[in-house]
């Protein structure tokens, strides 16, 4: 177990207008009894609405805030405790905070990286060829940090955060505020990793499609607290998600037709949406065929983000 917490908390007392002099104090919970277990070589993707807790956790993880209650381990140890050894031994992109040099090329900020770890010369050079040869940094790696466009700086602090061969690899956010192009270099790169199993990664991100694309596991944090541990089909299967059904008719929709395994969504002129109840599309297509003349048809997968947005609501 790389990664293990047990009623893990974080409390932050905050003050608030009492009056038209007086303030009172209170003590908020941004992180509530989480228990977590991470296993070597997995990747993690643990989301939750803003302020639900997941930065308030990894912080917690890294060694940057000390919890108010509760254990944690990484690599074997305590974070706060042990600071400096886990600093080594773990490679960290929070958001927007960078641990490149500003002024610097790219490749020099690599370079005094490899100094600061303490990094083999041919260690330090192997990673960077694979990083460079599945990123893309070749074209800027001697332009100044500040010349780099976002997209061109995440790919190079993901870089920064490999060069000395970290266990586990926390990302905040790594494709916010990307395009397109940058957000699939990263993925892509994320999903080499995952699959060379040497490097345990977890991730958070407001980007769902990140979540589909490279996680197996999902931890679901909301106010303090996990609601969901587990993979993408059970978290379908236990919030009710449903393949919909879109037809697009030759004739009006009979008014109080029952389409037998199927809820009618909505009518719009003459294209009807269908909810499937669990049963497989073929047979509401079936069904769908004998009682009106159709024109085309196109059966939805569910959304994850309909999915989540049911978890936070509490639907079941």
């Given amino acids: 177990m790389i990664i293990s917490a047990d009623g893990l908390r974080k409390d932050f007392t905050v003050s608030r207008k009492a009056g038209r002099f007086r303030r009172e104090r209170h003590v908020v919970s941004a992180v509530d009894g989480v228990d977590l277990r991470v296993e070597a070589g997995e990747l993690l993707g643990y989301i939750g609405p803003n302020g639900a807790g997941k930065s308030t956790t990894l912080k917690m993880l890294t060694g940057v805030l000390t919890p108010s209650a509760g254990t944690v381990r990484v690599c074997g140890l305590e974070p706060v405790a042990s600071r400096t050894t886990l600093a080594r031994r773990i490679g960290v992109v929070f958001g927007q905070r960078s641990q490149l040099w500003w002024d610097l090329p790219l490749a020099e900020s690599f370079e005094l990286l490899r100094h600061i770890y303490r990094v083999p010369a041919g260690d330090h050079a192997t990673r960077l060829a694979r990083c460079t040869s599945l990123l893309g940094l070749d074209e800027f790696a001697r332009t100044p940090v500040r010349q780099l466009s976002l997209g061109q700086r995440m790919r190079g602090e993901l870089t920064a955060a490999l060069l000395h061969g970290p266990e586990?690899?926390?990302?905040?956010?790594?494709?916010?505020?990307?395009?397109?192009?940058?957000?699939?270099?990263?993925?892509?790169?994320?999903?080499?990793?995952?699959?060379?199993?040497d490097t345990t990664v977890v991730l958070t991100t407001h980007d769902l499609a990140d979540i589909e694309k490279?996680?197996?596991?999902?931890?679901?944090?909301?106010?303090?607290?996990?609601?969901?541990?587990?993979?993408?089909?059970?978290?379908?299967?236990?919030?009710?998600?449903?393949?919909?059904?879109?037809?697009?008719?030759?004739?009006?929709?009979?008014?109080?037709?029952?389409?037998?395994?199927?809820?009618?969504?909505?009518?719009?002129?003459?294209?009807?949406?269908?909810?499937?109840?669990?049963?497989?599309?073929?047979?509401?297509?079936?069904?769908?065929?004998?009682?009106?003349?159709?024109v085309d048809l196109s059966v939805r997968e569910p959304q994850i983000e309909d999915v989540i947005a049911r978890l936070y609501r509490g639907e079941r």
């Fill in 168 to 197: 586990v690899l926390f990302l905040d956010e790594p494709t916010i505020g990307l395009d397109v192009l940058s957000k699939q270099a990263v993925r892509t790169f994320l999903a080499e990793l995952d699959a060379r199993g």
């Fill in 214 to 294: 490279l996680c197996k596991r999902l931890v679901v944090i909301d106010h303090g607290r996990v609601v969901h541990d587990g993979g993408l089909d059970e978290l379908h299967a236990r919030y009710g998600s449903r393949r919909t059904l879109v037809a697009d008719l030759d004739a009006p929709w009979p008014e109080g037709l029952v389409v037998p395994g199927a809820s009618v969504v909505s009518v719009e002129n003459r294209r009807v949406t269908l909810e499937l109840d669990g049963v497989a599309a073929g047979e509401v297509i079936a069904a769908l065929a004998k009682a009106v003349p159709l």
